[in-house]
């Protein structure tokens, strides 16, 4: 693969592969019986002109996963960010462009949740604690009904 003379072609790992997006694909189809939906996030990270195989194949999948989920798909690369494709507008289908090295683009994202993590801490502990034990039973009157 991409003239690399050491690859070795593993089957087992295609076949995980195939099951994998097939259980996904399952997972989407049965809960859009139900009336919902599932998102999906893919994150691609580095494939850039020279790795068509890797492009071409994410963004099949999103297209496929978009026919029963909401699909984001994440391409982080410096100098090809956007699609190889034009992809028509959806409500199930979102691509965004992160213009930038893998390494940063994580960090930054972990950095972000971080951030909303504590504020999420922070707006939580003013309220009232939620109490976990069960109320006291009342006290019955001796009075007659």
Known sequence: ????VTFINDDSQAR?????RQAVMEVAKRAERYG???RILILEIGCGANITTVRSAVERDVGDFAE???VTLVRINPDYPLP???LFPSGHMRHLA???RGLEALLEIQR??????????????EEEPLRLESPEPEERSSGSR
Not at 1 to 4: A, I, K, L, Y
Request: charged share 35%; glycine share 0%.
């Open 16 to 20: 995980r592969w195939r099951r994998w």
């Open 98 to 100: 992160l213009p930038c």
């Open 1 to 4: 693969m991409f003239n690399d």
């Open 84 to 86: 190889d494709k034009l």
């Open 36 to 38: 919902r939906r599932i």
């Open 112 to 125: 972000h949740y971080a951030e909303l993590a504590n504020a999420e801490w922070t707006d939580s502990s």
């Open 68 to 70: 029963a989920a909401d």
